[in-house]
Every structure is written in structure tokens, then in C-alpha cells.
T-cell receptor
Framework: NAGVTQTPKFQVLKTGQSMTLQCAQD?????MSWYRQDPGMGLRLIHY???????DQGEVPNGYNVSRSTTEDFPLRLLSAAPSQTSVYFC?????????????FGPGTRLTVT | GENVEQHPSTLSVQEGDSAVIKCTYS??????FPWYKQELGKRPQLIID?????GEKKDQRIAVTLNKTAKHFSLHITETQPEDSAVYFC??????????FGPGTSLSVIP
């Protein structure tokens, strides 16, 4: 049981490049989400999904796309990277327990856009 | 809008003292309030949580209280130890499935 995995761990992009951050979980959790973490701003929700085929926007969705074709995978796509997207990205998965979602985080991806 | 405020942003305590971190949330419908601890360079880890039908919950040296009327909840750490030094985040659920985090509190426990 690997839990939540993310790849890559580190990435450097040039402005305008595109890339996909991968996230996978093997716990059969229905809920998955993406957060970005910037100094002094905590964890801000980008997009989330409550099941395969269902996604919704979080607090800061602009510049990012997601899809959820399977329960296990929830990739985050940056269409045209900008320096403002330099951040640490965390993926999380969770299951519904007693009416609430308890989240488990992946190890994070540190992205630098130059 | 959906918002979670957290205070203080930094907190220093002497080893053995207590630490208290407070959060407020904007949506009275929020029903789940977790707390996460994040050590430097690592992922956030859930340390305790509370649901809206409970006023207080304890787990060894950690406790969380919830005041639904005032829309605030607090984390209490007693007998602090150097290994408690980390950034602590509170969070709240909005519209049932959206989890929003506070900006974090950096706790330093001085030996």
C-alpha cells in the first residue's frame, strides 16, 4: 500500500511551457484534491474531485486543468507555465468517514518556473 | 466567501508550557475541522480533528475545542516538547466537500 504518490518530486520549467503533475492513490479513495503551498499563505485548494468523472474548482483554479478518468489518478495540468505558479504542489486523497473527508497528502512536487 | 482565519502566525513557547492556536471560519454549514502538522520539507499530517456535533476532543497532549455559535475552533497542546516545533494548519469543510485551510502557525518550542 503506497498511499498517495506524486511525480516528479522536483521540476523546473520555462515560462510558457506545459507539463502535467501526476498523482495516484491505491486506497480506493473517492475524493482527491490538489493544493499549492506558498510561504505565509498556507495550502490553497486548486481543484478537487469527488469521484471519477467529477471535478470542481477550488480557490485558485486559473492556469490549471484537471481530469479524473479513474479512481486512482488525478493529474494536474499546467497549460502555459508562469513564474507565479512557482510553488510546492500537494495532492491529497480522502474517504468519507462519518460525514467528513479525512485527507491524506502525497509527498509534494516542488515546481520552479523561470 | 469561504475563508479560514488562523492566529497567531508565529508562536514561541518554553518547553513544558502550553500552546494555543485559534481559527475562525466563515460558513456556518461547515461540519468538519481537522488540524495538520507539517514539519520542514515534509507533507502535512493529520493530528486531530473534530466534527460539528462534538464540542471537544482530546488525544494525549493535544485537544481541540469547537464553538459553533461563534464559528471558531482551537488547538491546545500541553506539556510542549521540542518535537512539537512545526507549522500547524487548521481547516474547515465548505459545501460538504471543499476543504479550505488556514494560513498556518509556526510553532517553536524552546528547550
Amino acid at each position: 500500500n503506497a498511499g498517495v504518490t506524486q511525480t516528479p518530486k522536483f521540476q523546473v520549467l520555462k515560462t510558457g511551457q506545459s507539463m502535467t503533475l501526476q498523482c495516484a492513490q491505491d486506497m480506493n479513495h473517492e475524493y482527491m484534491s490538489w493544493y499549492r503551498q506558498d510561504p505565509g499563505m498556507g495550502l490553497r485548494l486548486i481543484h478537487y474531485s469527488v469521484g471519477a468523472g467529477i471535478t470542481d474548482q477550488g480557490e485558485v483554479p486559473n492556469g490549471y486543468n484537471v481530469s479524473r478518468s479513474t479512481t486512482e489518478d488525478f493529474p494536474l495540468r499546467l497549460l502555459s507555465a508562469a513564474p507565479s505558479q512557482t510553488s510546492v504542489y500537494f495532492c491529497a486523497s480522502s474517504y468519507l468517514l462519518a460525514g467528513a473527508y479525512e485527507q491524506y497528502f502525497g509527498p509534494g512536487t516542488r515546481l520552479t518556473v523561470t | 466567501g469561504e475563508n479560514v482565519e488562523q492566529h497567531p502566525s508565529t508562536l514561541s513557547v518554553q518547553e513544558g508550557d502550553s500552546a494555543v492556536i485559534k481559527c475562525t471560519y466563515s460558513d456556518s454549514a461547515s461540519n468538519y475541522f481537522p488540524w495538520y502538522k507539517q514539519e520542514l520539507g515534509k507533507r502535512p499530517q493529520l493530528i486531530i480533528d473534530i466534527r460539528s456535533n462534538v464540542g471537544e476532543k482530546k488525544d494525549q497532549r493535544i485537544a481541540v475545542t469547537l464553538n459553533k455559535t461563534a464559528k471558531h475552533f482551537s488547538l491546545h497542546i500541553t506539556e510542549t516538547q521540542p518535537e512539537d516545533s512545526a507549522v500547524y494548519f487548521c481547516a474547515a469543510t465548505f459545501t460538504y466537500d471543499k476543504v479550505i485551510f488556514g494560513p498556518g502557525t509556526s510553532l517553536s518550542v524552546i528547550p
